[in-house]
């Protein structure tokens, strides 16, 4: 136990003290916030600087054999890419933290004046903003000559069409199996066995435990605060497309010769599902799945109409899937479509090594130094056991469980074993027609046929 006095000083003595140095921690506080500097211009010159650092590595990666070739192109590299080639050093924003690698880029645009345009867009944390920069040649009059008269030449491009033939082998499964490449696989009841039952009687229950500290001197310290990112899963979407068959009339006249088709559906593999992930060595990498889509096949032949009323021919039209990708309430985005992660900062308190008293937790957690005391702890009753600075006990509570050996499946109170068969795919030949188009400015090109649509398209500038 200790006495009202020690070493010469009374309670009162260190009560004194005690106020004194509160006082003083005051006016430190209040001096330090009437002094302190605005930060805003600071922070503002950082991300300007970095938008500067990107758009000068920008210039010197797009040379000549990367530049858009047709107007309206555009060729963009991601802040990934740029560390990835090592065009630029990564950086973070002003709290430290890195920005985002995908949505931020440097894309070059191709325009109709034969210039080009730069943007340096930049995404760190909440802030957003891109720079435009143009590229290219500025004529100046000559010796202030400047009564020439310059236009863009108007050029006629051609549509031209050329029948085609594809020939791909179609892969099919017998009724209950699903086909993947080109197996047939169907899972199989192999056996079933009552699940074993387990009683659970007893339940720990755990609680801090009461601190008691004994007069001594207990020095406040600093609480540790970390933010770290905790990950969820994203929220994936895919509306399916629709096909549609539409009647749409025309005129016929006696005894003319028309193409009349008819379509048919077949199974046609394509990527989906696809995943990118960062491995060890920090370089991206994406796996897709397999999956499979129903697409229309024309066959046409040459008919003669007798009638003169109006005929119908029909026409198929199909709309592809669509996979949107979205992160949950109250996270936030890093990545965009396939690359989208869903993240949370999460706020962390814990004391630091010299502390051995702590009171609270969380945002409350207040972190102690005592010195010449003590500090015992005591559970809440009796039928608690004390365990450091935590009481336990056990209760009783009656609970049935049920569990299954290896390769079992709990369904209910049976365990099932499923095994997967595995055949070889039916597989056949399928050969479709259909048209290639392309444009043109020619008035000819051997082995193809103008369908009879044309457009206009931009030259060369012409001066006089």
Not at 325 to 334: F, G, H, K, L, M
Request: aromatic residues 10%.
């Amino acid at each position: 136990m200790y006495s009202n006095k020690r070493n010469g000083f009374s309670i009162l003595d260190i009560f004194v003290k005690i106020i004194f140095i509160a006082l003083f921690i005051f006016i430190l506080i209040w001096l330090f916030k009437k002094n302190v500097p605005n930060m805003t211009a600071f922070y503002s010159n950082v991300f300007r600087e970095n938008i500067k650092y990107m758009q000068e590595a920008g210039e010197s990666y797009f040379t000549d054999d990367k530049m858009p070739q047709n107007v309206g192109d555009t060729v963009k590299i991601t802040l990934s890419e740029m560390f990835e080639k090592k065009l630029i050093l990564p950086f973070v924003d002003e709290d430290g933290n890195s920005c985002n690698q995908y949505e931020s880029y440097v894309s070059i645009t191709k325009e109709v004046d034969e210039s080009y345009s730069l943007k340096t867009n930049l995404v760190c944390n909440k802030e957003q903003d891109y720079t435009i920069k143009v590229l290219g040649c500025h004529n100046y009059c000559k010796d202030n000559d400047c009564s020439k008269t310059c236009s863009i030449e108007k050029i006629t491009s051609y549509q031209y069409k050329k029948l085609a033939t594809s020939t791909k082998t179609v892969y099919s499964c017998p009724s209950g199996y699903k086909l993947n490449g080109k197996y047939c696989y169907k899972t199989v009841l192999s056996d079933t066995t009552s699940a074993k039952v387990t009683t659970v009687s007893t339940t720990k229950i755990e609680v801090p435990a009461n601190v008691h500290t004994v007069e001594g001197e207990k020095t406040l310290l600093n609480t540790i605060k970390t933010s770290v990112r905790e990950y969820v899963d994203r929220i994936e979407k895919t509306t399916p497309g629709q096909t549609t068959t539409t009647l749409v009339p025309y005129t016929c006249t006696k005894e003319e010769t028309t193409r009349q088709c008819t379509t048919s559906y077949t199974q046609s593999a394509y990527s989906c599902n696809c995943t990118t992930h960062v491995g060890p060595t920090g370089k991206p990498s994406t796996t897709c799945s397999t999956c499979y889509e129903t697409v229309p096949v024309e066959t046409c032949k040459d008919v003669t109409s007798t009638r003169q009323d109006t005929c119908y021919k029909s026409v198929t039209s199909t709309t592809p899937d669509v996979t949107t990708y979205s992160c949950p309430v109250d996270t936030i985005a890093e990545g965009s479509k396939e690359n989208l992660k869903c993240y949370k900062v999460v706020k962390k308190y814990s004391c630091p090594a010299e502390a051995n008293l702590k009171v609270g937790s969380g945002a409350n957690l207040k972190c102690y130094k005592v010195k010449e005391g003590s500090v015992t702890y005591t559970c809440p009753d009796s039928t608690y056991t004390l365990n450091g600075n935590k009481c336990y006990k056990y209760i009783n509570e009656e609970s049935t469980q049920y569990t299954c050996k290896d390769g079992y499946k709990l369904e209910g109170t049976l365990c099932k074993k499923y095994t997967t068969e595995k055949v070889k795919a039916n597989s056949k030949k399928v050969t479709t027609k259909y048209y290639k188009y392309q444009w043109s400015t020619k008035t000819s090109i051997s082995g193809w046929t103008k369908t009879g649509k044309t457009k206009t398209i931009d030259g060369k500038e012409i001066c006089k």
